[in-house]
């Protein structure tokens, strides 16, 4: 199965209230949003990745679904594979970095062993409150479709880590930008009173804009020559499909009404109308879409 | 590291006042209970096992830590690698009647993709409310030790799906206390209001009552002569010690005071006294202790 279809499938399960259909990437129990990721070695991050940047991303991209919820970290659970003395160190030193910058305690967890050779996967479960939690269905036409800080880095960064060559401040820009993501926490706080959808995007801008135009029941029209690239990026490939296609941003995606203009925090990029579908334009003329529009998991 | 190393590092990291300093089986946030258990494939579980039966004893395994605070399911995280379809469709449908049979809703959840070949890893996080919640180290000198049910049923029944040899009723019986552990979640709400400690046996009889002891300050002496085994126990092998030092019961292990007697719900096994400690006796004498007293994950 791939992902879609596996989800349909839990679908038919009983479902909890606050899960809202399965159709979100945080769930609501009581007054507390809760959001789970896994990360695993060879597919969400590379076996040479130093293990405190693979503890730093495993906080980052739970507590950027906190941020595309607009709440406030509460706590976190580890579960976590005893990977050897030396890995365990270096993952605990990152934890406690990213726990502390991040202002997250730790909840609790669980930890296990691996049959020897097996890739490290690791979970992470985040609670977040004070939530004003727009869901990303809530978007409607005439909205305009804005974006926090830059694409593609995180992107090239894995290029740049697997390519091994990581020499300049371009390039090291754009691997920290992989390795040690910021979830954006305050811009989610502070977007989230005023945006009708808001998700952060990890798989990819093109990918996660199509998500949220569907879950509203709308089309969405992006402008390629209006996504925000930055200037290690344009150094390095300048590329806009390949950034808009790329994932691990964990930049913030919303849908605010035309009124709304949150300059500073985020840069404008599309809008939504009647229809369905993703469409893009470049300097006004409509774009073939990319094969892939982003990252979605197979089985 | 082994896993005591690892979790006296996490107690290092910042952590959130509902963690109980990483003690205990579960963590509480507001109002809520919150567990989370890793099962993996060749460590948890083996790799013939159904798939059914899998996705059946990771429920069981998280209610079971709901079960040890009193609580009543409130919902649970699924983190799942997908595994091809026919593996998939399997564990749907045990996720659905474990789901159903422990009156338990999805609540949401995240799949991945593992590499081909990699061992399967699966994590749930389970919720619950209504906590009666005592933690395990609350016994006192003078209390009595109880237990739900019969132990050694699950360890025997690995043995029996090892050897592949599950022919007649006893067998079955003791392949089922394996393969679909049923938490003792009403037991844990007639317990929990009156138990001064509670906590389930998931890695051994033993280690876990030294565990509940050493939480609590306090010796524990277990009368080997009186712990519960059921008949198809008994006839497989009878081996007290070889039940005693098995994992997967997820019986309640609970230390109550003298004047309560939940005869019929439990059977009083030990009894805790000043010192440190696991001692155990065989008609009233004292017996040396087996060199590992259950399961402890290592690196």
Sequence with gaps: MIEAEFISALRQLP??????????????????VVTTDTLVEGVHFLSDDP??????????????????????????????????????R???????????AMDCPLLGGDTVSLPPGAPR????TAFGRDAAAPL???ARAGDVLWVTGTIGDAGAGLAVARAGDCTGEGPMALLAAYRRPQPR????????????????VSDGL????????????????????AVPLSPAYRAYSGDVMAAVTAGDDYQLLCA??????????????GSFAAGTGLHLTRAGVTVALPRDLGYEHRA
Excluded: C
């Design 121 to 124: 996967v690791l979970t992470m």
């Design 15 to 32: 479902l909890h209230r606050g899960a809202a259909g399965l159709a979100d990437d945080a769930a609501l129990l009581g007054t507390h």
């Design 185 to 200: 926490l305050s811009e989610g706080r502070r977007l989230a009173p005023v945006a009708r959808a808001m998700m952060d």
């Design 206 to 225: 093109l990918i996660d804009a199509r998500r949220m135009a569907a879950a509203s029941g709308l089309a969405v029209t992006i402008a390629l020559d």
């Design 90 to 100: 270096a993952f605990l030193a990152g934890l406690h970095a990213s726990l502390a």
């Design 256 to 269: 605010l009404p035309p009124d709304q203009r949150p300059t500073g925090l985020a840069t404008r990029i």
């Design 136 to 138: 990303r269905s809530g």
């Design 51 to 88: 293990p405190g940047d693979v503890a730093w991303k495993l906080v980052a991209v739970n507590l950027s679904d906190l941020a595309g919820k607009g709440a406030i970290p509460e706590g976190v659970l580890l579960n976590y594979p005893l990977s050897g003395d030396a890995w365990d």
